[in-house]
């Protein structure tokens, strides 16, 4: 069936179970169409005002792609070796001199559409790479002070590097790696030169010191559980600090709960610091409210303690957050009055502030069966206070992870405010379940095909009590991308906004911005939206644990290459009204573009007001059918609504055939110039057979020279075979669980007065 009018919408939502690692592509049993990923660039990193040549390796990379990033200061171009001819994987990335520091998203622009990011790390020391492995003490890799070295660790190694100390001189070595989106827990080792380790450090992936002796020093790296691979790489540093210097901070990558702090308005720096790291010995700290205070859990059991006044009847706000930082903290905050009684002061205890729980439920197995692999609750406090009498309260803040960890770098932020209601947003790519089941924890790019509708979830943290209504809004949106957001009500917690790539939509690519609008008060308050994506791809959730983060942007594109299976729309895509009590019957178009497994497809509805409305059954053989409401049964209120189906089916999808003719016309190609290299070598042969032996020698080289051409003519021949069949055997149509969600569709319900 050929495509139909471009104001058809479709609807999926993408995942893949297949992986490809930059090389030939092995096609599994998929679950959703598959999408580009970008998975490794190597090195990870490079220093401001220079030029880095890197490797990118992912999954469904078939073509040429262009790598970018979403800082423009950051260019690549693909290397290209004499002939002129670009390197396929291979970039050059030029880092301007006044590039900041810190960790950029990168992408590739593929025939599908964008792929999803990783991060690329610039710093200010010069940066090197670890070419091969140095597994023992005797091979150790010389490492310059005051350097960063990108590597990749070996499964079931120890990498070795050595460098020379002074005695009596401070080094930091540090070990990126689950902060750059590595999959490496490393174990960092310092040892003498004979190879007896020093310090061991299985935690922080850092290690201060100050050298006793002068002399060779080794530096050992390895995973906990001796891992290694493509997804195992880390930037190890090694630098030269004064007595007094902090310790160095690094960028990192955000974690999904971070996406509710700070406040709105809150300054980058707190106005006062604790005094001291440890308050566990009696002292307490006098603050004045409202007060923003920052601080660490310097010590093990660090305790700190401060003390404020409070009226009867007045209501602060407090929040606490570190782990929202990226520490691995669990703060806990208790409030309690001071108390006189018989020339003697006690502590009853006020209130207790407990984690700010997740405005959803997330995934309690990391499937996606109970809730979406995503959790946007923290373990840091959050709560109201009212103080019940005039007095001296103290709030006691702590680590309840922290009774035998000393670190500095576990910071805090304390804020005691006024009531300020408001809210923070963060969404991702719909998670639901399929008849396959849709185990995978997976990166979702928004690399659209034409004719679809895509959702992304949307999860809003409510702030000091804000529980009126928010609109969803995207902006920036690529040539024929169309957004639409279905509320998030009063009191919930959950919006969906759809994406709609028109059919006929040509290869665009934006950077678009989500928001959400809400009243507050008499003020009407706009805030962005942060966006979560799954840092890698995890096929089977029981052997590794997903890990989703926050990206520092929203990228889109509309691939222009391949169109939706199905589609389904309204027939009508004006304002369907009803009366309230009455039923409204939706007559609904159905496009397909593929072949279908089974005959039937069940949807159910997204937006609120219909939420409530039963699970029904949709015939795929069909062109037409018809969705009946009883808002009488639904009790929906009047007022304007924005609703869609989901739902999901199995379809034979074939991964680009295009690809099979173009293999078939490079083997062809081949195999005439195997021909021609033949002919050669025939016509060589004959040529010394017919020489006088005095003249032997020319020939000789003439036939040796066309010998050596027909087998690197052999050899692309062999080549072009190879990748004619992986083409062929990944177009091989295959049956694919896909997530069906249709265009959005708007009611109005009206009043029966208005009738």
């Not at 058809?8 to 598959?34: D, E, K, M, R, Y």
Request: with cysteine; charged share 20%.
């Amino acid at each position: 069936m050929s495509p139909r009018p471009a104001t058809t919408v479709l609807a999926l939502c993408l995942l893949l179970i297949g992986v490809f690692a930059g090389g030939p592509q092995v096609f599994a049993q998929t679950v959703c169409l598959p999408l580009p990923r970008l998975l490794s660039i190597t090195p990870m990193g490079g220093q401001a005002g220079t030029a880095v040549d890197v490797t990118v390796a992912g999954e469904f990379l078939d073509d040429q792609p262009q790598l970018m990033f979403s800082d423009r200061r950051l260019s690549a171009v693909p290397q290209t070796p004499a002939d002129g001819t670009a390197v396929s994987g291979k970039f050059r990335i030029t880092i301007p001199a006044d590039c900041p520091a810190g960790l950029y998203e990168a992408r590739l622009l593929t025939r599908l559409g964008i792929s999803s990011s990783r991060v690329f790390s610039v710093g200010n020391l010069p940066e090197l790479m670890q070419q091969s492995g140095s597994t023992a003490v005797s091979t150790a890799m010389p490492l310059s002070i005051n350097s960063i070295c990108n590597s990749q660790m070996s499964a079931r190694s120890i990498d070795h590097y050595r460098f020379e100390a002074e005695a009596g001189v401070r080094y930091v070595i540090t070990c990126e790696s689950r902060s750059i989106e590595s999959k490496l827990d490393p174990v960092l080792v310092l040892a003498n030169a004979a190879g007896q380790d020093l310090i061991v450090e299985r935690q922080r992936g850092l290690i201060d010191f100050t050298a006793k002796v002068s002399g060779s020093h080794v530096i050992k790296v390895h995973e906990l559980t001796y891992k290694g691979g493509a997804g195992y790489f880390y930037r190890l540093g090694l630098r030269q600090l004064a007595a007094g210097d902090s310790q160095p901070i690094l960028a990192a990558i955000r974690p999904v709960r971070s996406f509710s702090w700070p406040p709105e308005g809150l300054s980058a720096d707190a106005a006062v610091t604790e005094h001291q790291p440890d308050s566990s010995a009696g002292v307490v700290q006098s603050l004045s409210l409202p007060c923003d205070v920052q601080g660490s859990f310097a010590t093990a059991a660090d305790t700190d303690v401060f003390e404020f006044t409070a009226k009867k009847g007045e209501v602060w706000w407090v929040e606490v957050a570190s782990e929202r930082l990226g520490r691995p903290t669990d703060p806990a905050v208790v409030i309690q009055r001071v108390v006189s009684e018989g020339g003697q002061e006690r502590l009853a205890d006020v209130v207790e502030f407990s984690d700010i729980p997740s405005p959803m439920k997330p995934s309690s197995n990391g499937y996606s069966y109970d809730g979406p692999p995503y959790d946007g609750g923290s373990a840091d406090p959050m709560g109201r206070f009212e103080a019940p009498e005039d007095g001296r309260y103290q709030l006691r803040l702590t680590d309840l992870f922290g009774g035998t960890r000393t670190d500095p770098a576990n910071i805090w932020r304390l804020v005691i405010r006024r009531a300020a209601p408001d809210f923070a947003l963060c969404a991702w790519g719909l998670h639901m379940e399929l008849r396959n089941g849709d185990r995978n924890a997976l990166s979702k790019p928004l690399a659209l095909r034409g004719g679809i509708t895509t959702a992304l979830e949307v999860i809003a943290l409510r702030r000091d009590g804000f529980d009126g209504p928010i609109d969803l809004t995207v902006t920036g949106l690529p040539e024929g991308v169309t957004a639409s957001g279905l509320q998030i009500p009063a009191g919930q917690n959950r919006g969906i906004v759809l994406l709609t790539a028109d059919q006929n939509a040509p290869r665009s690519f934006a950077f678009a911005q989500m928001s959400g609008a809400a009243k507050i008060g008499d003020v009407q308050v706009v805030r962005p939206c942060s966006i979560a994506a799954m840092s890698w791809p995890v096929v089977d959730a029981w052997s590794e644990i997903p890990s989703p983060r926050l990206l520092d942007d929203l990228a889109v594109s509309v691939c222009g290459s391949e169109y939706a299976p199905v589609s389904i729309a309204p027939r009508d895509r004006g304002v369907h009204e009803v009366v309230a009590g009455q039923k409204l019957t939706l007559p609904m178009l159905q496009t397909r573009r593929a072949e279908f497994s089974g005959n039937i497809l069940q949807l159910r509805t997204l937006g609120s007001g219909f939420q409530q409305q039963p699970q029904f059954d949709v015939s795929l053989t069909g062109d037409t059918f018809d969705v009946v409401f009883d808002t009488a049964a639904l009790k929906t209120a009047p007022g304007d609504y924005l609703i869609a189906f989901y739902g999901s089916a199995v379809a034979r999808y074939s991964y680009n055939p295009e690809g099979v003719q173009k293999a078939q016309q490079e083997l062809d190609a081949a195999r005439v110039k195997r021909q021609a290299a033949a002919a050669v070598v025939e016509q060589a042969a004959a040529a010394l057979a017919a020489a006088a032996s005095e003249n032997r020698a020319d020939p000789e080289k003439v036939l040796q020279e066309a010998q050596v051409a027909l087998k690197a003519a052999d050899d692309a021949v062999l080549k072009a075979e190879q990748s004619h069949k992986v083409a062929a055997e990944q177009a091989a149509p295959k049956d694919t669980a896909e997530i069906i969600v249709s265009e959005p569709i708007s009611i109005r319900v009206k009043s029966a007065e208005a009738k």
